[in-house]
Every structure is written in structure tokens, then in C-alpha cells.
């Protein structure tokens, strides 16, 4: 790890990191402790370690903004976007950053410590030979005391030999083949389970699999493919032509470049530049030519501020300014013509669970090519609108309707957004339409919402709800989710594959960690590891 000790750079192990030193980051580094950052160059942080999302996320070293007091109370730690964490991997970019907190200070560490403090639940199997156990024992103690006593007062034998055939009684009740017949058929059923890519961490989850009631499972990987694209396009004049265009204008102003060294093209970059890259080469493979034809000459990356980022590029000897962004900051920046049609277009996307990206460019002359962004980012003329999303799995759907026949409920538990989970969870059939003469019956409950219910009115809300999307979910609430879920009864399988989801993964019933890729945190809190992130394969098994 590099940073500055008495005021020189030096090259020293994460351990002996403390408070108060001056890291020094780059792209590919793994952050070792929680900092706040004193400076930053287009930064971007992969926080799925915490998270469990994918896409990576801008930070920048401006303090919260004045005029807003108490904020940065409200705001959840791993979302202020001027700290950086530990056990996340810088994207893109560089900073330097002071620590405030190291080990099981940081909130790795809070979750890790949250993991390792919640007690594991005894299984179904382990409950059933306890009470097995419990009642044989009763009845052999019983016909040893009796036993006992009728050999003692009518048959005519001496107290030692009464006690030794009462001995003799009480252990001829013990199931000797007991532990031995239930340890063969769980291993045969381990073995079968490896056949299906998922291996067996704890046997008694074998059997606990077969009596689940309640799926808690993640979105991003487990439900949809973890791949974004490109779904929806808005255009003010509609054409294939204009399609076209804004993708490659999308595509001008993005950093993702194809690969054409493996046996497909495949795109490397940011996963949203790529989904766009990747459509526009579809629609028009000559995509590489534009862009070479319109070099860059300037840069204003993007940042949480401005939500926007900008290039100006060259094209037949003009210079153009092309930006993308959030579509309501960016629309604030265009024409006011036909942006009511556009806000009403983007909140239509927004609604169906896209990511949407607006695209506008106006052209330039030489003077303004060193202003600021202020100076260029205004009476923009807008492109259109670009709406991505991770699809889900084809074999989801199918896999959901098998649950709700054999009386299994399925609760989506996710980190992303409300409106993104509740359009996948409609397409996945996971939450009914609305009925003709009723309100809309989906209930989507973001994390803050659930930090101000009691645990009385969770259990009630659980027990009376069926179809269920829990978003925007921290460590502890999915973890406060699960315990309420088996208080009602429940016998409750999660699934995961980040930190974010170990506590809930060690308190469910059986906790399934998705794939090789999941953190150890999560592999070591679960009872089954699956090689691969199929929720499929989590129903075959509980079915």
C-alpha cells in the first residue's frame, strides 16, 4: 500500500495502516481502510463487495454541500460520495485520502462483526432428532425405573443386579443406528446436490432444503443475468436513422472500447458504456470509424455534482460538445422545446425499471474549448434518451410459478432502487398486475421505510403480504428481515454473495452464497455454496 509518512512516500503493508495516514489510490487498487477523501481525479469505486450491485460509483472530495444541515446524519456511510471504503476496488481513477478508521472499525469490519455475532439457527433435521432423541430417552429411563422396581419387590433380586438389568434395558433403547442411517442418506443427498453445481457446507441443510417455506433472494445475478442493456430508446423525431445517432453520440462520449482479441467482440469499460458500445455496434458495426473520425479533444468527466459527464470532439473541422447524464440535470441544461414530452418520457422509463441516460450536444466555437463546464454544459439541444436495464434470467419466471404452486413465497431482497426491482420483479411474475378495479397491490419497501416500522407491524406486514420486494436493503435490515420471518414460523433460505448479505446468510434457515465469485465472508456464513448464481438451481433443490 503507498502513502505518506512523515511527509514522503512510502510502500507499507495494509496492517500497519492507522488513523490519520494519507493513502494514495489507483485504478485496480483495493481500498485497505474507510478514508475521507482529500482529493480526486474521475474516481469511481466498485462497492459490490457492500453493495451487492454492480455498476461502479463516482466519488469526489468536495464536502457535503452547505445549506443542507443534518445530511450527512441521514445519508447511509457507503453512499457519502466523499468517503471511500474498505474492501472496495477503485474502477477508474485516482485520489488521495485520509483514514478514520481501520480493521473492525471500518464498515467491513461492522458487518463482519455482525456476521460472526449472529448465532447460527438449528436446522429442521437437528430440531426433529433432538425431539426424537428427547422422547427416547424419557421411555428408556421410564423402563429402567420400572424395571428396576419390579425386579426388586416381586421378582427377588439384590439392588446391583436390579440396577444392572435396569442398565441393560435403558441401553437396549438406544438407537445405535440412528446417527449412522441419517449421516448415509444426507451424504447421498450431498452427493446428488453436487451433481446440480451446489455444494454442502452444513449436512443438516440438506434436509432443511426440502422443508423451505420463505426464498429471501437477491436481484442483481441471481434473478436477472448481471449484464446491462440497452432495452428502450426515446427520440424526439422517432427513425431508425435518429436511433443510430444517439447511440453513437452516446458511444462518443463514453470511455468503452471492443475487444476483438477472443473468438466474440466483447466491450471493456464502465458496465453501462459498454451496454450502450455494444448496441450501437449491433445496429451499426462500422461504430469504431465514427468514432475515429471525430477525435476527442477535450474531456469534463463525469461526477456526482453535475450527474453528467461531456467531451467535445472534432467533427469535418467544427468542434461539438456531446453530454450524458441524468436526464432531469441534463434537460435543465436544454432548450425548454419539447422538454415536458421528455421529462414525461424519462419518468415512463423510469417506471418500467430502466436506467435511463440522456444524450444532447450543441456545437462550439474554438474560444470556449479551455471554459469551464458551466460555460459549455447549457442550451443544449437533446438527442434522446437511453433506457438500460439487467434482464432477468430466462429460466426466472418458470422457476417463480413452480414456488408459488408448491406454496413457497418469494421475496425479493435487493440494494438497488425501488423502481428497478419492482419492474423486474412484474417481469419475472413475482408480483401480480393490478387488478382492474383496484389500486395497484404491488408493495415495494425501501430500507428507511422499514427502519420505521416496529417488529410487530413487520411480522404483521410478512404474514399478510405473500409478494414482497424489499429495496435499498443495509446488512442489518435484511438481517432484522429474516429474523422476523422465522419468528412467524418460517423456515427461510437466503441467498447472497457480498458481505452486505453474510449476517442474513448465517441467521436464514440455510443461507446459499451464489457463485465462486461471492467474498469469503459470505461463503464462510452459508450453508450451500452454488457454483453458479441460477435461482433455478435453488428451487430444483427446494423442490
Known sequence: MRLWRDGLPVQLSAELLVPGDRILLEEGDQVPADARLITAVE??????????????????????????????????????ANLVLAGTTVASGRAEAIVYATGAETEFGHVAHLTSATPRGVSTLEQQVGHIVRTITAIALAMGAFTFSLSLLFVGMGPMESLVFAVGI?????????????????????????????????????????????????????????????????????????????????????????????AAVRALGDPTETAMLLAAWARDPSIEALQRSQPRRRELPFDSHRRRMSVIVESDGALRLITKGAPLELLAHCSPEG???AIAANDDLAARG??????????????????????????????????????????????????????????????????????????????????????????????????????????????????????????????????????????????????NDAPALRAADVGVAMGLEGTDVAREAADVVLLDDNFATIVTAVR
Open 354 to 499: 430502466y436506467r435511463v441516460i440522456a444524450v444532447a450536444q450543441r456545437c462550439l466555437d474554438d474560444s470556449l474549448l479551455a471554459a469551464p463546464a458551466d460555460l459549455l454544459e447549457r442550451e443544449l439541444t437533446l438527442v434522446g434518451l437511453i433506457g438500460l436495464y439487467d434482464p432477468p434470467r430466462p429460466e426466472v419466471p418458470e422457476a417463480i410459478r413452480q414456488c408459488h404452486q408448491a406454496g413457497i413465497k418469494v421475496t425479493m431482497v435487493t440494494g438497488d432502487y425501488g423502481l428497478t426491482a419492482q419492474a423486474i420483479a412484474r417481469q419475472i411474475g413475482l408480483l401480480d398486475p393490478a387488478a382492474p378495479d383496484q389500486a395497484d397491490p404491488v408493495r415495494v419497501i425501501q430500507g428507511d421505510h422499514l427502519d420505521r416500522i416496529s417488529d410487530v407491524q413487520l411480522r404483521q406486514l410478512l404474514k399478510y403480504r405473500t409478494r414482497l420486494v424489499f429495496a435499498r436493503m443495509a446488512p442489518e435490515q435484511k438481517l432484522r428481515l429474516v429474523q422476523a420471518y422465522r419468528a412467524l414460523g418460517e423456515v427461510v433460505a437466503v441467498t447472497g454473495d457480498g458481505v
Open 43 to 80: 474516481l469511481s469505486l466498485d462497492l459490490a463487495v457492500l453493495t451487492g450491485e454492480s455498476l461502479s460509483v463516482a466519488r469526489h472530495a468536495d464536502p457535503i454541500a452547505a445549506g443542507e444541515p443534518g445530511k450527512a446524519a441521514v445519508i447511509p456511510t457507503r453512499e457519502r
Open 170 to 262: 435403558i441401553v437396549a433403547n438406544v438407537p445405535e443406528g440412528l446417527l449412522p442411517t441419517v449421516t448415509l442418506a444426507l451424504a447421498i443427498n450431498v452427493q446428488r446436490m453436487a451433481s446440480q453445481k451446489a455444494l454442502v457446507r452444513r449436512l443438516s441443510a440438506v434436509e432443511t432444503l426440502g422443508s423451505v417455506s420463505v426464498i429471501c433472494s437477491d436481484k442483481t445475478g441471481t434473478l436477472t443475468c448481471n449484464r446491462m442493456a440497452v432495452e428502450a430508446l426515446w427520440l424526439p423525431q422517432a427513425g431508425p436513422a435518429n436511433e443510430t445517432g444517439l447511440l453513437g453520440e452516446a458511444c462518443l462520449c463514453s470511455n468503452a472500447r471492443l475487444d476483438r482479441s477472443g
Open 339 to 341: 422538454r415536458a414530452e
